[in-house]
């Protein structure tokens, strides 16, 4: 019902325009309050990357960090990633991922970023704290943050912000009318637009998402997702829909879609209910790093990578080297 809210095809948004118009207020007050030095934000001795969007919902946010996190691996830099750590429930803030950290303290898209990337990664609600907390270990280059880009309490030095290429801004209000945190002419003042697929348009560079092997969660085994019989796709992630789109182009034989709330904490016995033995279950990496402790052997994941055009990829990674040469 919300997506169908958000995307113009109802008029109940006009219902939650009150709650809108406080959203909208509030987040205006915040961010005046930040320019006036009514309240302090922090600057990192090392340039701050914010990888954020605008719109509530998947985006392809965190496969746009895991591309900038090996991009710049790739050309020399020690890179550090920070994050809010939406779903994680650690015992103290900040919280540095480490072998034993688990997906319940640090949240799914953190571990996932740890996982793929095995560079540092820390968590807080106060992401100043997180980069303080890296700092103080390593000795970094360039800190991304994955998503924040509303968050003013840390400066920042270079602002990404992904979009979704299909649905865009919706019906452009605020949360919760529309799926907006902030209004889209805050495009004017980033440094990059990428739109994850659809058309990107004049000034965006366009990403889409390259589906790898499907691997298996207990044994590492890679097939091609083609190959698996008889698939229950589940995804608990901002935007299933694109997951399942993703399985249909791929040609994967799908007898049951089954979504998830984003950020879905799972238990075995419920995910086990959702095949028979001669069924495969295949998720997203996403959901695959809450699952790895208590998998089947009929338990599958398809990892993505974010592809950006040769020439705007190199342009946009000249762009942020400028920032760590200063």
């Known amino acids: 019902m919300i997506e169908r809210i958000w995307s113009g095809g109802s008029l109940l948004y006009l219902a939650l325009l009150p709650l809108s118009w406080l959203y909208g207020l509030f987040s205006w007050l915040i961010r005046l309050s930040y320019r006036c030095g009514l309240r302090k934000s922090w600057r990192s001795p090392v340039p701050v990357v914010v990888v954020g969007n605008l719109t509530a919902g998947g985006n392809g946010k965190t496969p746009m960090v895991i591309w900038l996190v090996e991009h710049l691996q790739q050309?020399?830099?020690?890179?550090?990633?920070v994050s809010r750590g939406y779903g994680g429930k650690p015992a103290v803030y900040p919280l540095v991922l480490g072998q034993n950290t688990s997906t319940r303290e640090a949240g799914d898209e953190p571990m996932l970023i740890y996982q793929r990337t095995g560079v540092p990664v820390a968590i807080a609600p106060k992401r100043a704290e997180a980069v303080q907390a890296l700092l103080q270990q390593q000795?970094?280059?360039v800190i991304i943050t994955d998503d924040g880009l509303q968050h003013y309490a840390l400066q920042r030095d270079f602002e990404l912000v992904v979009i979704d290429g299909v649905r865009r801004f919706g019906n452009g209000w605020w949360l919760p009318a529309g799926p907006m945190r902030e209004r889209a002419a805050r495009l004017g003042s980033?440094?990059?637009?990428?739109?994850?697929?659809?058309?990107?348009?004049a000034g965006e560079i366009a990403m889409r998402l390259q589906a790898r092997d499907a691997v298996n969660l207990l044994s590492g085994e890679r097939r091609p997702v083609a190959e698996l019989p008889r698939v229950v796709a589940m995804a608990g992630i901002g935007h299933p829909p694109r997951f399942f789109a993703t399985l249909e182009k791929l040609n994967v034989e799908v007898v049951q879609?089954?979504?998830?709330?984003?950020?879905q904490e799972y238990q075995?016995?419920?995910l086990a209910a959702l095949v028979n033995a001669d069924q495969t279950l295949l998720m997203t990496e996403k959901d695959a790093v809450k699952c790895r402790a208590f998998a089947q052997p009929n338990w599958w994941y398809l990892p993505v990578d974010a592809v950006l055009p040769s020439a705007q990829a190199e342009q946009l990674l000249?762009?942020?080297?400028?920032l760590l040469s200063k």
């Open 75 to 81: 050309r020399g830099y020690r890179v550090g990633v």
């Open 257 to 263: 879609e089954v979504a998830f709330a984003d950020h």
């Open 318 to 322: 000249q762009d942020i080297e400028s």
């Open 190 to 201: 980033v440094d990059a637009r990428v739109a994850n697929g659809g058309v990107a348009q």
């Open 139 to 141: 000795q970094l280059d």
């Open 268 to 270: 075995q016995a419920q």
